[in-house]
C-alpha cells in the first residue's frame, strides 16, 4: 500500500455552496488521518478587467479575505488567499497536498470548474490528485472506491492511491478493466477473446503491481464502453479514481474519459495524474 502524506488537504474556497460542500468533505478527509490540516485556497481574480497592480491586487485579497473569513468561522482551518488565474493557483497547491478538493458548478470564481476552460487548465496542469465532487446538496460517502485500470502508469497509481484512502475509510475498492470489441472501422488484432484476454491482464498486472494490506480488491473484467461503465459504477459508489497518464496520450481535452467521468459522475472523482 502506498505511503501518502495526507498531512495537508486543501480545498478551492470562493464561498459557494458547492465550495462549502467541498469544505465538509475535507474535514471529514483530515478527520480519518490523525494530524491532518485543511487549508482553504481562496483566488483574487481581476475579473472586473480593470487590471493589474499591487495596490488593487491587495485590496481585491484583502476584501475576499474578510469575506471568506466571515464564512469558516473555524480557526482550525487555515485561510490562504492568492491573486491570479483560478486555475493556475489550483493546480499550484495540488502538489504539495495530498488532495486539492474542489466543488462543481459554483456559484463564484469557480463557476466553470467543470464546464469550462478552468477544469481543462486545471486537471490537465495539476501535478497532484484532485477531487471533484457531483453537484450535490449533501456528501454521499458509502459504498467501494471504484479504480479504472487502463495499462497506463498512471491507472497503477490511481489504483495506489484508492488503496491507501480504502484503508482509512474502512471500505473496499473495485478495480475495473472495459474492454470492447473493435469498431468496423477499426484493424482487428485478434478474435473477441484476444481482446477481453488483453484486458485481463492489464488488471492482473495492476493489482499485483500495489500492497492491498487490509483492503480487499475486487477485480472486475467488463465489456462495453468506458465511460459508461463508469458511471453506471458511481451511482453506488463512495468515490471514482481515474488516472491521467500525460506521457502516454492522456491529456485532458473536452471529451476526454476524465473530463466526461467528473462532469457526470453520481459520487465524487479523484483524479490522478
Known amino acids: 500500500?502506498?505511503?501518502?502524506?495526507?498531512?495537508?488537504?486543501?480545498?478551492?474556497?470562493?464561498?459557494?455552496?458547492?465550495?462549502?460542500?467541498a469544505l465538509e468533505m475535507a474535514r471529514h478527509e483530515a478527520s480519518l488521518r490523525y494530524g491532518a490540516h485543511v487549508v482553504a485556497i481562496g483566488v483574487a481574480e481581476d475579473v472586473l478587467g480593470v487590471g493589474r497592480d499591487d495596490?488593487?491586487?491587495?485590496?481585491?485579497?484583502?476584501?475576499?479575505?474578510a469575506y471568506l473569513e466571515g464564512l469558516l468561522a473555524d480557526d482550525s482551518i487555515e485561510l490562504e488567499v492568492r491573486m491570479?488565474?483560478?486555475?493556475?493557483?489550483?493546480?499550484?497547491?495540488?502538489?504539495p497536498a495530498a488532495v486539492l478538493i474542489v466543488g462543481k458548478r459554483g456559484s463564484g470564481?469557480?463557476?466553470?470548474?467543470?464546464?469550462?476552460?478552468?477544469?481543462?487548465?486545471?486537471l490537465g496542469r495539476a501535478e497532484g490528485p484532485v477531487m471533484v465532487l457531483p453537484a450535490h446538496d449533501s456528501l454521499v460517502l458509502d459504498g467501494p472506491i471504484v479504480v479504472s485500470i487502463d495499462g497506463t502508469?498512471?491507472?497503477?497509481?490511481?489504483?495506489?492511491?484508492?488503496?491507501?484512502?480504502?484503508?482509512a475509510r474502512g471500505t473496499s475498492v473495485a478495480a475495473l478493466a472495459v474492454w470492447?470489441?473493435?469498431?468496423?472501422?477499426?484493424?482487428?488484432l485478434g478474435a473477441e477473446s484476444f481482446y477481453e484476454a488483453e484486458a485481463g491482464k492489464i488488471l492482473k498486472e495492476a493489482v499485483a503491481s500495489v500492497d492491498p494490506g487490509?483492503?480487499?480488491?475486487?477485480?472486475?473484467?467488463?465489456?462495453?464502453?468506458?465511460?459508461?461503465?463508469?458511471?453506471?459504477?458511481?451511482?453506488?459508489?463512495?468515490?471514482?479514481?481515474?488516472?491521467?497518464?500525460?506521457q502516454e496520450g492522456g491529456r485532458i481535452q473536452g471529451h476526454s474519459a476524465v473530463i466526461s467521468t467528473v462532469e457526470?459522475?453520481?459520487?465524487?472523482?479523484?483524479?490522478?495524474?
Do not use: Y
Request: aromatic fraction near 4%.
Open 1 to 21: 500500500m502506498v505511503d501518502v502524506d495526507f498531512s495537508s488537504i486543501a480545498v478551492g474556497f470562493d464561498g459557494s455552496p458547492q465550495s462549502m460542500l
Open 55 to 65: 495596490a488593487k491586487d491587495e485590496q481585491r485579497m484583502d476584501a475576499l479575505r
Open 84 to 95: 491570479g488565474k483560478t486555475s493556475a493557483i489550483l493546480a499550484d497547491v495540488a502538489s
Open 109 to 122: 470564481g469557480f463557476r466553470d470548474l467543470v464546464l469550462g476552460s478552468t477544469a481543462l487548465n486545471l
Open 153 to 167: 502508469a498512471a491507472s497503477h497509481r490511481a489504483l495506489d492511491w484508492a488503496v491507501t484512502e480504502a484503508h
Open 180 to 188: 470492447r470489441k473493435p469498431h468496423f472501422w477499426e484493424p482487428m
Open 214 to 246: 487490509d483492503v480487499e480488491i475486487l477485480s472486475s473484467l467488463i465489456e462495453g464502453h468506458r465511460i459508461e461503465v463508469l458511471l453506471d459504477a458511481s451511482q453506488d459508489a463512495g468515490l471514482v479514481v481515474i488516472g491521467n497518464e500525460k
Open 264 to 273: 457526470h459522475s453520481s459520487c465524487p472523482v479523484v483524479v490522478i495524474p
